[in-house]
């Protein structure tokens, strides 16, 4: 199961110098001057997870495994890109394949980099990039509808929905919101997400600040979060550059670079962590002398279906999950230990997976 997360911003805000630091590769360009950022480039990075390391030291687990998230370096979107301005809609189109958007603002004053709008105000800059992702669903909804037209003569019942869907979501934007602000009930929600429309995915506003704010922020970063917080979005303040330099140190180099900073952990796990958190996921463990693992799932899913995240046959035969809470894991040093001070429990095909549960999972092949 994949998550994958779009790095959206503007020219010259720091994007590439960030996806360099996330994927610890220079795959990305990073230059002072727009559209360096060609081809979108993809990189999966760990999921930052203490836990993890807890439980395989415990079970002396041979190999450790972390969950992953997919990074996409996309390139600078400029006011128009809805309109084929700068490379925008090859750009948009992959935009389209994420599952959340990270909207990197620049948060610092610098001389040497232009700005491609020539002012910093990260308030500004995130209203051009809504308002072309907004424009860019508008023209694929007008599309959309207009070919559906036959279909709805013919009363087909999937046609109806989807264009009862595409006119809410039209309103919407007409109105100045994104899609993300229709209210979709349950039985349309399948279909809704099938729409794909770029403003219904989540927003992370990523503040790039200068090496000096990244333990407090600064003025731009607290206006981004103001906005964050009246959208229901998320936010995090980071400094690219500092991230970019750690990226190049060994843990203990980076552990101390971190100290002298004032910072207690990089930048770059609050981001993975933030979205993670935007995405509604969590995670579940599976631990042994072979390895200890850990599994992405959405918050809310049950046994079976946290099961099939591994393979296919355990969900379709899911019999059972012997289940330990992370804490009475620990608590009891093991498996063994838990299990003595009757903290493993069997749970059915209607338990709801908990962050944390450590699962070993019985089934019919």
Not at 4 to 15: A, D, F, T, W
Not at 241 to 248: A, C, L, M
Not at 298 to 322: L, M, N, S
Request: net charge negative.
């Amino acid at each position: 199961m994949g998550f994958r997360m779009g790095i959206v911003g503007l020219p010259n805000v720091g994007k590439s110098t960030l996806f360099n630091a996330l994927t610890k590769t220079a795959a990305a360009q990073a230059a002072n001057f727009p559209f360096c950022t060609i081809e979108p480039n993809v990189g999966e990075v760990n999921v930052p997870d203490a836990r993890l390391d807890t439980l395989a030291g415990i079970a002396k687990s041979a190999s450790i495994i972390p969950t992953r998230m997919t990074f996409v370096d996309i390139a600078g979107l400029v006011k128009g890109a809805s309109k084929g301005e700068g490379l925008g809609n090859q750009f948009l189109a992959n935009i389209r394949e994420t599952d959340a958007i990270a909207h990197v603002l620049r948060c610092f004053e610098d001389g040497d980099i232009t700005h491609v709008e020539g002012r910093v105000d990260p308030v500004a800059d995130a209203e051009v990039i809504e308002t072309e992702l907004m424009l860019s669903d508008l023209e694929s909804i007008e599309k959309r509808r207009a070919n559906l037209v036959r279909k709805l003569k013919g009363n087909d019942k999937e046609a109806q929905q989807q264009d009862r869907l595409l006119a809410a979501a039209q309103a919407a934007l007409e109105e100045g919101n994104p899609a993300r602000t229709v209210a979709v009930d349950a039985e349309d929600a399948k279909a809704w997400k099938g729409l794909q429309l770029i403003t219904t995915k989540p927003v992370l506003y990523v503040c790039n600040v200068a090496e000096e704010d990244a333990a407090n922020g600064n003025a731009f970063s607290e206006a981004v979060a103001k906005m964050a917080a009246e959208q229901g979005a998320g936010h995090v303040v980071i400094s690219a550059r500092i991230e970019e330099e750690i990226s190049q140190l060994d843990a203990e180099e980076a552990e101390m670079f971190l100290s002298e900073m004032g910072l207690e952990e990089p930048g770059l796990d609050r981001l993975i962590r933030a979205g993670y958190e935007l995405l509604h996921l969590e995670t579940y463990f599976t631990v042994g002398p072979k390895e200890a693992r850990a599994w992405t799932i959405r918050k809310g899913t049950a046994a079976p279906q946290a099961a099939g995240v591994i393979h296919g046959d355990f969900e379709k035969g899911f019999i059972r999950a012997e289940t330990i809470a992370y804490e009475d894991y620990v608590a009891g040093k093991g498996e063994q230990g838990a299990k003595e001070a009757g903290k493993m429990r069997a749970e059915g095909k209607s338990y709801i997976v908990k962050d944390g549960d450590v699962m070993h999972f019985l089934f019919n092949t």
